[in-house]
């Protein structure tokens, strides 16, 4: 009987410790995985990256276009792009670098000078939209009033075809000379049909107007190239109309190469362009020279 009672001691010990040798992984198993799923969040935020500033090229007349570029750098960053202004200080080098893909937009010109500068070169540039309006104005040279421009007094104008036929119907709105009749911007000076005074009109590159005022009795001279200058729109002889057609037609625009008008790129590079930063840059740096057009 005792020999018994003994082997069922025996065989209980012996379930009591298989029983603990079962459960002691189990204990333990949480602890050896869950420390490696801890750590593992921190080391995917280390690993992220910032997103790259897409790079856009813009090629503009020094002032005002450059100016306005540089105004809403920040609208384009917070878009995701890195503008970079390339300055140019003539009408024709924006273009032959749009076009040959130097440059991916340019801000400088109106539409009625693109469209000649295509038909002339070959070039496939298109506006994707209007920015600002830079009235023409007739400033004083030697003489310091339009109604003193002596008989046979010298004035100059842009020589490039569409802003020589805007200079020329300005002159015909103060009554200096009489175009053809029917003739707007194709003006030339061989279209004009009256000329009282036989004026001597001076076909002048447009950059070097301001330069050619010692020289003449007047110039018109080109809206941004006159800021350039030093000249003010409140000193004019006399300034456009801002509700003329001009004021719409000659309307500065965002330009790209065919193609590419709606690209993302173009997309947010205009929408900054028209923004109300861009507005109110040109408001307060111009005082009237420049006025937005959109």
Do not use: W
């Not at 939209?129 to 421009?149: D, M, R, V």
């Not at 003010?232 to 109309?241: G, R, T």
């Not at 590079?269 to 009237?288: H, I, P, V």
């Amino acid at each position: 009987m005792k020999k018994l009672i003994a082997i069922a001691l025996t065989l209980v010990l012996a379930l009591s410790f298989a029983a603990c040798a079962q459960t002691a992984p189990a204990e333990t198993a949480p602890a050896d995985t869950a420390a490696p799923a801890a750590t593992a969040a921190p080391e995917a935020d280390e690993s992220a990256a910032p997103t790259e500033l897409v790079k856009i090229r813009v090629g503009a007349s020094v002032t005002p276009h450059a100016e306005i570029l540089n105004a809403v750098k920040d609208e384009l960053k917070a878009a995701g792009y890195d503008l970079e202004v390339v300055e140019f200080t003539d009408y024709v080098l924006p273009n032959t670098a749009l076009e040959e893909g130097d440059l991916d937009a340019n801000y400088f010109q109106h539409t009625p000078y693109l469209e000649n500068f295509n038909k002339e070169n070959g070039t496939h540039l298109v506006a994707v939209g209007k920015i600002h309006y830079e009235p023409f104005g007739i400033y004083a040279g030697k003489t310091k009033e339009l109604s003193a421009i002596p008989e046979g007094g010298s004035i100059a104008i842009p020589n490039d075809g569409t802003n020589e036929a805007r200079a020329l119907l300005l002159l015909e709105a103060q009554g200096l000379i009489k175009l053809k009749e029917g003739v707007t911007f194709t003006a030339t000076v061989l279209d004009i049909a009256e000329n009282p005074k036989n004026l001597e009109i001076k076909e002048i590159e447009a950059a070097q107007l301001a330069r050619s005022l010692q020289d003449v009795d007047a110039a018109v001279i080109n809206g941004n190239y006159a800021i350039q200058a030093g000249l003010k729109v409140k000193d004019a002889l006399a300034i456009e109309d801002k509700d003329s057609i001009a004021a719409d037609t000659y309307a500065n625009v965002l330009v790209v190469k065919e193609g590419h008008e709606n690209d993302p790129a173009t997309k947010a590079l205009l929408a900054a362009l028209q923004s109300d930063t861009a507005k109110k840059f040109m408001e307060e740096k111009y005082e009237g020279a420049v006025i937005a057009a959109f």
